[in-house]
């Protein structure tokens, strides 16, 4: 630990070598959670010094996006759908951002005022900052901007001489002083899976637009550039962003190369840090790189796999889907009884399965992140260990690196849900997610498993693209425990090895990623709810 600013200049090359799979497993390790000890964490914590959670450029021209939202006719149940494609304006890239990454309530207690947004974060601190590319977009400057949620506007960064292809991109950076602050070392895992959930959140948007959310593949150095990320000047003496990625909006159009003109300088977070944690930027060093390219073999579900509701169960099918994404809230606390009916139990995995959530037309990859599940109340399902392994070939490798004695009994007729074990698992969820009742007054707690080791030693990136995956599968599971009228929470506190203790896994195959609940939530009547924006 050292006692500096949390400050970084442009993003360094990753030295691929034989060292850096090493340097990877090593963070990972280290940043673990113990039964007897925690990850290394700030020694105090003074939340009337937490970094200032929404970042401005000052001196950028600003653009005020509309703040009405349009009904967009879909229903939440007939997700995912074929929509024309909305036409390409200032009004729809506001919805875009409004559904994804933008505020949908301010809640009030005791003096404290804070935001909720469409995208979840660890601890409501928010890391992920958002940029827009905008060419040829109506009512929008062409040009690079920053998207400041707390205005629901844009900040223009960069523009060029020259008009370049029409096309819409979002770029994608993460502050990681803002998690650090509260969790130290372990905050780069945090950033990663925060960025995961609001790439998810971004494909439900698109697609209630019609468009296709596609990521691109320029390295992070190349990200940085386009996001005007690497200028030094810009950026001395506040903290840095690490860049991640870019999302191309319904365009094939190549990516403005680069920028003739810049504009701004971005505010500083947090003018009296007092920790730094370089592991953090050793771990983003050697994980740079370009996301995962498509599988050529990548194998869809078919569509009429896909989990429909009985029209017995009572869900209005009619619950827009704008309103699913705007009331979705992390659950705070969960009644401990209520029993989750079978038929939303079964929706919610088969949605986490390939080609059925708009989110893996994102992510057209074979899955390699896969849930356990701590069954406590699920109607028509003993209390247990369940597994669903999402590709053809997880199955087997998990099989083979779990305990011998799970017995693996298919547990659904569709689905590919295998019983491991038939236990009362509620204190075991609790113990294992650093002694939390949340995750066993759940209905069930999913432990997400990631193929680990093989797709690490390929491509160190892999470190962040497994976290993504796993965001993305919690921001599944959260919208659609929201829509039935319950409620999830992700739960990045857990005691990792006992986990794999409690898998049988002894090595680095596979490793826990993240803990996820769905419950009945328990609202707190002492908190205020305000408005988003004022229309």
């Not at 150095?221 to 903290?239: H, N, P, S, T």
């Not at 079964?346 to 057209?364: A, F, K, N, Q, T």
Request: glycine share 6%; with cysteine; hydrophobic share 40%.
């Amino acid at each position: 630990m050292t006692l500096a600013a949390p400050f970084a200049a442009t993003p360094v090359e990753p030295r691929m070598d034989a060292s850096t799979h090493r340097t990877v497993l090593d963070y990972h390790q280290r940043t673990k959670h113990h039964l007897d000890r925690y990850a290394a964490g700030p020694g105090t914590l003074d939340w009337d010094a937490q970094p200032e959670p929404f970042r401005h450029w000052t001196g950028a021209q600003t653009l005020a996006l509309p703040r009405t939202l349009p009904d967009l006719g879909a229903t939440w149940n007939a997700l995912p759908d074929t929509r024309p494609a909305a036409p390409l304006d200032a009004a729809s890239l506001s919805t875009l951002l409004r559904l994804s990454v933008g505020i949908t309530a301010w809640k009030e207690y005791g003096g404290a005022r804070w935001a909720l947004r469409a995208n979840p974060s660890s601890g409501n601190l928010h890391p992920t900052e958002t940029y827009v590319i905008a060419a040829g977009v109506k009512g929008i400057p062409d040009g690079l901007h920053h998207y400041q949620s707390h205005s629901h506007g844009l900040e223009q960064r960069a523009w060029n001489d020259e008009p370049p292809a029409p096309g819409l991109w979002l770029g994608f950076s993460s502050i990681h002083w803002r998690e650090a602050w509260k969790y130290g070392e372990r905050a780069f895992r945090y950033c990663q899976l925060d960025l995961g959930h609001a790439l998810a959140a971004v494909s439900y948007a698109a697609s209630l637009l019609g468009w296709r959310a596609q990521l691109l593949n320029p390295d992070s150095l190349e990200v940085a550039r386009r996001l005007g990320l690497d200028r030094d000047a810009d950026f001395a003496g506040v903290e840095a962003e690490e860049p991640e990625v870019i999302v191309a909006l319904d365009t094939s159009a190549p990516l403005p190369a680069t920028w003739d003109h810049f504009a701004g300088k971005p505010s500083l977070l947090d003018p009296h840090p007092l920790y730094q944690w370089p592991v953090i930027e050793e771990v983003a060093t050697v994980t740079r790189g370009t996301p995962p390219t498509p599988n050529p073999s990548f194998r869809r579900m078919p569509e009429s796999s896909l989990i429909k509701l009985d029209p017995g169960v009572r869900r209005d099918d009619d619950l827009p889907a704008t309103q699913v994404i705007l009331k979705r809230r992390s659950a705070q606390a969960f009644d401990g009884q209520s029993i989750l009916p079978h038929a939303e139990f079964r929706r919610i995995l088969s949605c986490l399965l390939p080609g059925h959530s708009p989110v893996w037309d994102m992510w057209p990859h074979t899955p390699r992140v896969h849930p356990v599940l701590l069954v406590h109340r699920v109607e028509g399902v003993v209390p247990g260990l369940y597994a669903l392994p999402r590709s053809d070939g997880a199955e087997a490798a998990l099989r083979e690196a779990c305990r011998a004695e799970f017995v693996w009994d298919a547990a659904d007729p569709e689905l590919p849900l295998f019983q491991l074990i038939q236990a009362a698992a509620a204190k075991t969820a609790r113990t294992l997610s650093c002694h939390q009742d949340i995750a066993s007054h759940s209905a069930v707690t999913f432990m997400l498993v990631a193929e680990f080791d093989a797709p690490i030693a390929e491509n160190p990136a892999a470190y962040r693209h497994l976290h993504w995956e796993a965001g993305m599968l919690g921001h599944v599971i959260t919208l659609e425990a929201e829509a039935a009228g319950w409620r999830g929470t992700g739960i990045g506190c857990f005691f990792d090895d006992a986990d794999h203790d409690v898998l049988g896994l002894t090595d680095s195959r596979f490793q826990v990623l993240y803990h996820f609940a769905v419950g009945m939530p328990v609202d707190d009547p002492r908190l205020l709810t305000l408005p988003a924006y004022d229309e």
